[in-house]
């Protein structure tokens, strides 16, 4: 073999099996090398190599313009001169013979049909008319093939031409092979309407491909002629281009080839399944009879935009997707760019999902094209700009790998090479430079280089794959399982038209109280052409249904229109609620139910985004809420400046709670994410404590407290069992200890100004809510000094201590400041709570007395004591009372009780033989349902309320937050409880 010394540099190679460069070019077939001289032997032959070093395999296009120039002769003669002087000419045949070596034999084995590469004409025309037999059909049909792949590869065309053009030629092959199968059937002619379905129907074409079908017939008299000309066109396709598939046919291939129109208008009516619908998406008639193809068109159209409304369509869709990926071979589904995750099927599968759901109410997204679809889709504002950019951009770059592909061969395939050897790397480097991963350029001196930053185009081109492949997984699972196209497929169609006329009455349908005020929110949100507009009027169908599902629709619309006019600016807001997981419904449900949240919401807007995840809803820990609510007042001089920091942050923690806590009583979390009155009790008071602690810390700095000096907030009541409410203030008191050599009367009024600087910054106002420091609990009560020392705690208790002051401290423990002074008090006061003698008699009586004047004088007047959740029959107070009678009694010999917690109290009683299995469930029931009602009313009403009504709009939510139900069924089941419980009460209380 000769060396190819300089002929190197345009890429041509030694290859032991192929001829060598150096001999086809300087042989008597092509002519353009001087081997002697190492150079072109003119400048045309110059021009030819630059472009053969272009090319995606420069010896496969020698190789096939050698053959081309070896049979150039008689009126074929001129090959090399036309391409020296035609650059145009030059390009197209010189890249579609590197590209593709089936195109390349094509050419090389046809004389003279390099000269289509000179025609302007559309390639389509080549089967127009006039093409009487098969044989003629398959010519024109290369001739079209070869120019498009020629513009594809050397003109620049968009790949949505190409695929367009494909499918142009293949319309008219159809059209042609139909003509010519008329003539199977003599004079007969049926009434006979091909659909074009798939790509095909879609307009979007490969290169290879099936092109699927559907054949209808008019009437029963056609069936019979009309099968004959199928089976014929079918057989001719076959011959000229490419199978034609009928299997998207009713009952595919066990049913008849050709269907009268009403028996496909029976079975879409009775029998298909979700995805023949998906399928009908693309149908488009494209031979034979016109109007037959037209009429069974429009007879399908109401069922194809209905079928997202069956329950089952949109996982039906979801399934489906996750079955393809299961077909792919495992050694294969990394490198299939159709049917593997990341591929075009993924984003097909995303359009056609949101065209089922959306486009029942919108016509515009009723296209078969995937890229027309997905612009329509973006326009309407149901695809994020950016995320339907990357989509179009992903799809484009895919369809391409695709193309080339397939041209490369003109065999169907949808997996990239291997890159598992050098054969797999050649093949890789073909594709890359296929694509125009490229730009070695050929001219001597030049050398090799490397564009896209410094990477060869193999790296260039697996790059560019990886990200959109990336990009289409995440999008993917964004848009086909977002939680909103269910809740939209289950709105009726004519509930997705927002006009005044079908809004108002479907309001009322819905049970809108004010359709006219529920029309003006829906008209100042969706009014215009804006983008927000068209999110909005994708988005209120849903939530319209979702509000109607609340005892009190109009309030959530009212919610929903105040947050969006708060938020409707904000670039994230709309886009979170479309596309961010399940926010929307999170957001209505939260909305619908909770004054109390949508206060918060309206204030923090930000905190939104706690919705978007189950993550993000999750209860923080103590230590979590220490360090943020530290580190909040830390970035601040000013002591206000620094509380409202912290207040800011407790405002968005008491929104992530409470939300927690409507979510999951709805069932809209995951089961380990749920929270019940514990959890949520417990949240509450880890973040009074948290809050005190930071506000604590700024109290003594601000009244220029000396580090020596200990001071320590215990909590008491709710806060003290850690079963805090919404609306619950901090019961707390207030311990110091004096700095060494500090005076007493010093040290008392430094402790006081904490204390009092405390309670100022915490409950001043401002846009948070407040955060209230209750001291009533302390000894003497409100005619007591605010603040003592240890020592006089000690001798307090040890001389004055009443019986009631010993059960207000069964609920005492450290939440703030020094922990060792708050460990010394906790140890003061045991010996009180829990006495070694337990009670005395005339104790037991007293702390019974004063229970029935509590009961008689703190109930409200007017209040019911059968529905009051504190204070009523067998509520709140009935079984905290009877458990701390317990704690006085044996606390000091049993350790279980000597616990803050009512629950965790009780079921130590329970453990200790003090109360029966059954009587300790009555109590904890009925104790668990009042406290959730009691936070239920509090959410509903945005304030703290007691009082259960027995009807209405307050009783049918409450019953809603609490799992939901018949308001009667809920409320009989309240008195149930809290009866039994106040029986229980009686014995055990009073025993």
């Not at 007879?299 to 069956?310: D, G, T, V």
Request: neutral net charge; proline residues 5%; glycine residues 10%.
């Amino acid at each position: 073999m000769a060396g190819i010394g300089r002929l190197a540099r345009y890429g041509f190679t030694l290859s032991a099996t192929g001829p060598d460069p150096a001999v086809l070019l300087g042989g008597t077939g092509l002519n353009l090398w001087d081997a002697t001289a190492q150079r072109p032997v003119d400048e045309e032959s110059a021009l030819i190599l630059e472009q053969l070093g272009r090319a995606a395999d420069p010896d496969l296009a020698l190789r096939q313009l050698h053959r081309i120039a070896e049979r150039d002769a008689g009126p074929d003669k001129g090959v090399l001169e036309r391409l020296g002087a035609d650059e145009d000419l030059r390009i197209r045949l010189i890249t579609v013979l590197g590209a593709s070596s089936a195109l390349g034999d094509q050419i090389a084995a046809q004389a003279g049909q390099w000269k289509v590469l000179t025609h302007t004409v559309p390639p389509r025309y080549e089967v127009h008319s006039g093409l009487a037999d098969v044989p003629s059909l398959r010519a024109g049909y290369q001739r079209g093939l070869l120019r498009i792949a020629a513009g594809d590869l050397a003109d620049g065309v968009d790949v949505e031409t190409t695929m367009a053009e494909v499918t142009a030629l293949a319309d008219a092959t159809l059209r042609a092979a139909y003509r010519i199968a008329l003539g199977r059937v003599g004079d007969q002619r049926p009434r006979l309407a091909v659909i074009a379905m798939g790509k095909c129907g879609g307009d979007e074409l490969n290169y290879v491909s099936d092109v699927d079908v559907i054949f209808v017939a008019a009437e029963d008299e056609d069936l019979a002629a009309g099968t004959t000309v199928a089976a014929a066109l079918m057989e001719i396709c076959g011959h000229v281009a490419w199978p034609v598939d009928a299997a998207l046919r009713p009952e595919g291939g066990r049913g008849p080839l050709v269907r009268t129109l009403a028996s496909h208008l029976v079975y879409y009516q009775r029998w298909a399944r979700t995805w023949e619908f998906q399928a009908l998406l693309k149908a488009r008639p494209v031979a034979g009879d016109a109007g037959v193809g037209k009429a069974w068109l429009a007879s399908l159209q109401p069922l194809i935009w209905h079928a997202a409304e069956r329950p089952e369509a949109v996982e039906d869709v979801r399934a489906m997707r996750r079955r393809i990926i299961d077909q792919v071979p495992r050694a294969e589904i990394e490198r299939e760019i159709k049917r593997g995750p990341g591929g075009l099927r993924d984003i097909e599968f995303a359009v056609q999902l949101l065209q089922l759901v959306h486009g029942r109410g919108d016509e515009t997204l009723r296209s078969g094209n995937t890229l027309n679809a997905l612009r329509a889709l973006v326009a309407g504002g149901y695809v994020g700009r950016g995320d339907g950019e990357a989509l179009s951009a992903a799809y484009r770059f895919l369809r391409n790998v695709e193309h080339r592909l397939q041209l490369q061969r003109l065999r169907r395939t949808h997996t990239v090479p291997a890159d598992d050897g050098q054969a797999g790397t050649l093949a890789l480097r073909w594709l890359a430079r296929a694509m125009n991963y490229k730009r070695e350029e050929p001219a001597p001196g030049a050398g090799r280089g490397r564009e896209r930053g410094g990477l060869d185009p193999i790296t260039a081109f697996r790059a560019d794959w990886v990200t959109h492949a990336a990009e289409v997984r995440r999008l993917h699972a964004k848009l086909l399982y977002r939680p909103l196209l269910a809740a939209v497929a289950k709105v009726p169609a004519d509930g997705l038209s927002l006009r005044a006329d079908a809004a108002r009455k479907r309001l009322e349908l819905l049970g809108y109280a004010d359709p006219a005020g529920a029309l003006r929110h829906i008209e100042a949100l969706t009014s215009g052409v804006s983008r927000t507009a068209a999110i909005q009027r994708t988005l209120l169908p849903v939530l319209l249904a979702e509000f109607a599902d609340a005892p009190d629709p109009d309030a959530g619309l009212l919610a929903y229109r105040q947050v969006s006019d708060t938020l409707g600016t904000t670039p994230w807001y709309l886009r979170l609620l479309r596309d961010e997981g399940p926010v929307a419904l999170r957001l209505a449900r939260v909305l619908d139910s909770s004054r109390y949240l949508t206060d918060l919401l309206s204030r923090d807007p930000e905190a939104l985004r706690l919705l978007a995840d189950d993550t993000e809803l999750a209860l923080r820990t103590r230590q979590s809420l220490l360090d943020g609510t530290a580190a909040a007042a830390g970035r601040h001089a000013d002591p206000r400046a620094a509380v409202a920091a912290v207040r800011a942050m407790r405002r968005r923690e008491l929104f992530r709670i409470g939300s927690a806590d409507v979510l999951s009583g709805a069932g809209e979390l995951a089961p380990a994410k749920r929270v019940g009155i514990t959890e949520v009790g417990q949240g509450l008071a880890d973040l009074t404590d948290a809050t005190v602690a930071a506000a604590l810390a700024v109290a003594r700095q601000a009244a220029g407290a000396p580090d020596e000096l200990r001071f320590s907030v215990i909590g008491m009541g709710r806060l003290g069992g850690a079963e805090t409410s919404y609306p619950s203030d901090a019961d707390v008191l207030f311990v110091y200890q004096p700095a060494p050599g500090m005076k007493d009367d010093e040290a008392n009024g430094v402790a006081l100004a904490i204390a009092e600087q405390l309670r100022t910054l915490l409950s001043a106002p401002a846009p948070d809510p407040p955060l209230g420091i209750d001291a009533d609990l302390r000894p003497e009560g409100r005619q007591g000094p605010l603040v003592r020392s240890l020592a006089a705690y000690q001798r307090y208790y040890a001389t004055w201590s009443q019986v009631w002051e010993a059960q207000a401290l069964l609920r005492a423990r450290p939440v703030a400041g020094d922990a060792g002074l708050a460990a010394e008090f906790i140890a003061l006061v045991d010996p009180v709570r829990y006495p070694v003698d337990g009670l005395r008699r005339e104790q037991i009586v007293e702390i019974r007395r004063i229970k029935a004047r509590v009961e008689n004088e703190r109930l409200p007047r007017g209040a019911d004591p059968l529905t009051h959740t504190k204070l009523g029959r067998g509520g709140i107070a009935d079984v905290e009372w009877t458990v701390q009678l317990w704690q006085l009694r044996h606390g000091h010999e049993v350790a279980g009780l000597r616990s803050t917690r009512t629950l965790d109290a009780l079921h130590a009683a329970h453990a200790a033989g003090i109360v029966s299995v059954e009587d300790a469930e009555v109590l904890a029931t009925a104790w668990t349902l009042c406290s959730r009602v009691r936070n239920a009313l509090t959410l509903i009403r945005g304030r703290a309320v007691d009082q259960l009504p027995r009807h209405g709009v307050e009783l049918a939510g409450v019953a809603r937050l609490l799992g939901g139900g018949d308001p009667g069924e809920f409320l009989d089941e309240y008195l149930k409880v809290t009866r039994r419980s106040r029986a229980a009460v009686e014995r055990l209380f009073l025993a």
